[in-house]
């Protein structure tokens, strides 16, 4: 059965803070991608990497970067945690290619920063 | 640039109702199109989806088909549980580059005994 995991369900840090949302897949899967997810505005990519150590900027990078050391670990940092970074954090992984490969999502994160 | 709309939730029904979301989308080429669906506590698993014009996706009684004239896709069931009560997301995945998925904002379906 595949699987995307992600280190919290839940997590309260405070403004400032450097904060760390970690997410593992194991399906050996090249592609792994990070989005936010707010009410009214759906899903927004953030950051995605196609392979280790590469990464690429989505639509919202800003106050964010990410790590990937490995292939199956693809960690989100925000450098400084600010209150508009409260919200839903939903990693994903895929197959690398074109098009029509599904993205398997892990649980998400719901972040508050006060 | 690529953009998903659908419809504006909640859309509440009774069971055994017959459902529709709208999805329209806007990109060049030959987009991948795809429904997933989030239920409550959970990330996005995927519901169905379709490759070029004309395919129609289906799964668990969903079905949705690829009109490229319409540049549509929307989600259909004839009978709706209680248990289908979740988000839907309709998105579209552009034939080259790295795949990513464009989301549109979602829909809430609620659907009452």
């Known amino acids: 059965d595949v699987k995307v995991t992600q280190s919290s369900r839940y997590l309260v840090k405070r403004t400032g803070e450097k904060v760390f949302l970690e997410c593992v897949q194991d399906?050996?899967?090249?592609?792994m991608f990070w989005y936010r997810q707010d009410p009214g505005l759906g899903l927004r990519l953030i950051y995605f990497?196609?392979?280790?150590?590469?990464?690429e900027k989505g639509d919202i990078p800003e106050g964010y970067s990410v790590s990937r050391e490995k292939k199956e670990r693809f960690s989100l940092i925000l450098e400084s945690a600010s209150t508009n970074q409260t919200s839903m954090y939903l990693c994903?992984?895929?197959?690398?290619?074109?098009?029509?490969?599904?993205?398997?999502f892990g649980p998400g994160t719901r972040l508050t920063v006060t | 640039g690529d953009s998903v709309t659908q419809m504006e939730g909640p859309v509440t029904l009774s069971e055994e109702a017959f459902l529709t979301i709208n999805c329209t989308y806007t990109?060049?080429?030959?987009?991948?199109l795809f429904w997933y669906v989030q239920y409550p506590g959970e990330g996005l698993q995927l519901l169905l989806k379709a490759t070029k014009a004309d395919d129609k996706g289906s799964n668990k009684g969903f079905e949705a088909t690829y009109r490229k004239e319409t540049t549509s896709f929307h989600l259909e069931k004839g009978s709706v549980q209680v248990s289908d009560s979740a988000v839907y997301f309709c998105a579209l995945s552009k034939n080259s580059g790295y795949s990513t998925l464009t989301f549109g904002k979602g829909t809430m379906l609620l659907v009452s005994p």
């Open positions: 990497s196609y392979d280790v150590k590469m990464k």
């Open positions: 990109a060049t080429g030959y987009p991948s």
């Open positions: 399906m050996d899967h090249e592609n």
């Open positions: 994903a992984s895929s197959l690398p290619g074109q098009g029509a490969y599904e993205q398997y």
